[in-house]
């Protein structure tokens, strides 16, 4: 190998070991440029889907929290105006539950998830007849609406909001697996870059130390030669 370096040219004797750190530094920058490119689908992706999702999923679940709340607390309210105002709160939350529920299919979720927002959509809608029914008896029979509450209500909405639970455990999952990809990403990229680096500094070692005799030596060759034929003894056959 040495003995090809040698034989060189003096212009590609200096010109090879600046091609040997271009091209290294080149797949530094390309590996480089690889790994910053998956650090900013991965970022991307927690920002734009995983991010909203987990704040629509805890809302939701606020939502129906809060929306149970004001059914029970129908049953033993009868100022008119908390009344009204429990009502309004009953009717909003419900519909701020099923349309975040609903945004968040539009996130394109896993197969799984489509599935446990489509058995959501149905438990919801069973414990919201259910609940609605409950307030109107309310009025008229308080303790029909006190036995329904405690009873098919409260299991319809523990199926419903147990959908949700289940989402925001299927989010968690999906949010922390990107995380950790992330993060793999990272320390083999650190890896990749460190041993390109290390190569680099023994290029440059071995070029500090070897390049300057390879180059010399036949400069120092040329010149004894060339001093053997000024007194007389050189052969003149010989290659200079």
Not at 79 to 103: D, M, P, T, W, Y
Not at 155 to 176: K, M, N, V, Y
Request: charged share 25%.
């Amino acid at each position: 190998m040495l003995r090809l370096f040698t034989d060189l040219k003096f212009r590609w004797k200096l010109a090879l070991p600046i091609l040997v750190l271009a091209v290294l530094l080149l797949v530094m920058s390309l590996l480089a440029m690889r790994s910053i490119d998956r650090q900013v689908q991965a970022s991307t992706q927690l920002t734009n889907r995983s991010l909203p999702a987990v704040s629509l999923l805890l809302n939701a679940d606020r939502d129906l929290y809060q929306a149970f709340i004001a059914e029970r607390s129908l049953l033993g309210d009868f100022n008119a105006e908390h009344v009204q105002a429990l009502r309004a709160s009953h009717e909003e939350n419900l519909r701020q539950a099923h349309e975040r529920v609903n945004r968040y299919a539009t996130l394109q979720p896993s197969p799984e998830a489509r599935q446990l927002v489509e058995a959501f959509n149905r438990d919801f809608e069973r414990w919201k007849a259910t609940s609605l029914r409950v307030i109107d008896l309310v009025a008229v029979y308080p303790a029909g609406a006190t036995a329904l509450s405690f009873g098919d209500s409260e299991r319809q909405f523990d199926a419903a909001r147990s959908a949700i639970d289940q989402l925001g455990e299927l989010e968690d999952a999906t949010a922390e697996a990107l995380g950790q990809t992330a993060i793999d990403q990272g320390i083999a990229n650190r890896v990749q870059q460190g041993t390109l680096a290390l190569i680099g500094v023994l290029i440059c070692a071995l070029l500090a130390f070897a390049f300057p005799t390879l180059v010399t030596r036949p400069l120092r060759r040329l010149l004894e030669r060339l001093e053997q034929i000024a007194d007389g003894d050189g052969d003149l056959r010989g290659r200079v």
